[in-house]
């Protein structure tokens, strides 16, 4: 084979690489839009229960922690711009400065630690299941530290006020996002590894 044609199929290989990883970028981060039409209030609460924070977990799992991040990145400069891409289909910058905003930047932090704990899917590793459930645990937990942090600060409250409104009684949806969440991650990790590396 010519070096010349070798050189033309390796950065052809390399732009379907990009475009694979754009392609599953932007997918995820409209499954985390997708989440924004689920939205139950919690009595007592200004933090509602949402699936947007189930597939930021999902993008961390599936993509690893590089994509995964830059799934949620897409999601919240989307929202900051203004698209209705929020709870309750709401947008703009002000929600960060919310009692939300904390949540909203927790969603990176979901992402990127569980999808570092997971580790990036390769065709060449099984999935191991001592990786991807303290991703799970882990990526899940990670969303309530600026989430609880922030609450605190905007509605001037105590520490135990603001976990009594903006963590505890999200422990039990949280578990189930969790369990789902690894369901599916189980089955995609397989499908993108053969998808980012082939």
Known sequence: MKPGMKNKICAR??????????????????????????????????????????????????LGPVLGAASVGLYLIAGALGAPVFAGASGGIARF???????????????LLGGAIAGRPRPEA????????????????AVYVPGVFWL?????DTV????????????PGTVLKGVFAGIIALRLRRITADLLDG
């Open 13 to 62: 290989a390399g732009q379907r690489k990009s475009v694979v990883r754009l392609t599953l970028t932007a997918l995820f981060a409209s499954l985390i839009t997708a989440g924004t039409f689920i939205s139950l209030p919690i009595p007592g609460s200004p933090v509602p229960v949402v699936l947007q924070d189930m597939f930021a977990l999902l993008a961390g799992l599936v």
């Open 97 to 111: 400065l919310g009692p939300t905003g904390g949540y909203l930047i927790g969603y990176l932090f979901k992402a």
């Open 126 to 141: 099984p999935v191991s299941l001592r990786r991807l459930v303290p991703g799970i645990i882990a990526g899940s937990l």
């Open 152 to 156: 605190k600060i905007v509605l001037d």
């Open 160 to 171: 135990r006020g603001a976990l009594l409104k903006g963590f505890v009684p999200f422990l």
